[in-house]
């Protein structure tokens, strides 16, 4: 799920221009809502869908369309509740087709009652557990993004880094890549001569930060 707040100079463009985008990348509007800060600052707040191979294409298409102020992003894997569900749909299955064949065989009215109560149960549980898989499936298939557009008359400036965040940034940048630029593990360090390359590479980063922010 992509979170974005944005704004516009241009609402009454650039609104239709989402729909179009939204449609022409396979996706669809989930929900809408629309409202008035001021009479003359409007907002609109929408849950979008989209193809989850689409979905990086949407995203910048706001931002080169918009000012965004600010984006977050939340991924959530159902990979063992997909297994689950299916353990149970197999599971429910066999039992239906269990009851189905004493149903055939039952003579007393009792029985019969007792299995098309159960029968019914079984049956009722499992479509549950199917509409569940069909939700996981659209999870998968497709990203959620819920977009903010605000109307406003001028953009407001998107805060740079601070100084020690710049700085920070420098050792950040260094040990989350190796230096050929793959990521590694507390593991991978195998010898104090990899870790000093690591440590050398930060502050040469810093350094660089440094000697940006001094020239600006």
Not at 17 to 45: C, F, H, M, P, Q
Not at 64 to 74: I, P
Not at 95 to 113: F, G, H, V, W
């Amino acid at each position: 799920t992509v979170t974005i707040n944005a704004e516009t100079e241009h609402y009454d463009d650039l609104i239709p221009a989402l729909d179009e985008k939204i449609i022409a990348l396979g996706g669809y509007v989930e929900s809408r809502e629309t409202g008035n800060y001021t009479r003359d600052r409007r907002w609109s707040r929408m849950t979008v869908r989209i193809p989850a191979e689409q979905l990086t294409d949407f995203v910048a298409h706001v931002g080169e369309n918009a000012n965004v102020l600010s984006t977050s992003e939340q991924t959530q894997d159902v990979t063992l509740q997909y297994a689950d569900t299916e353990a149970k749909i197999t599971a429910l299955k066999t039992e239906q087709n269990r009851l189905l064949e004493l149903l055939a065989e039952a003579k007393d009215l009792a029985d019969l009652l007792i299995l098309e109560e159960k029968l019914t149960d079984v049956r009722t549980e499992l479509e549950q557990h199917k509409s569940q898989l069909k939700l996981y499936d659209n999870l998968v298939d497709y990203g959620t993004v819920n977009l903010t557009v605000s109307e406003v008359q001028e953009y407001t400036p998107v805060e740079e880094p601070s100084f020690w965040e710049r700085i920070s940034m420098g050792f950040s940048d260094s040990l989350s890549n190796r230096l050929d630029g793959t990521p590694f593990s507390k593991g991978d360090i195998t010898s104090q001569e990899e870790a000093l390359k690591i440590m050398l590479d930060g502050m040469y980063n810093t350094q660089s930060h440094l000697r940006s922010f001094l020239l600006d």
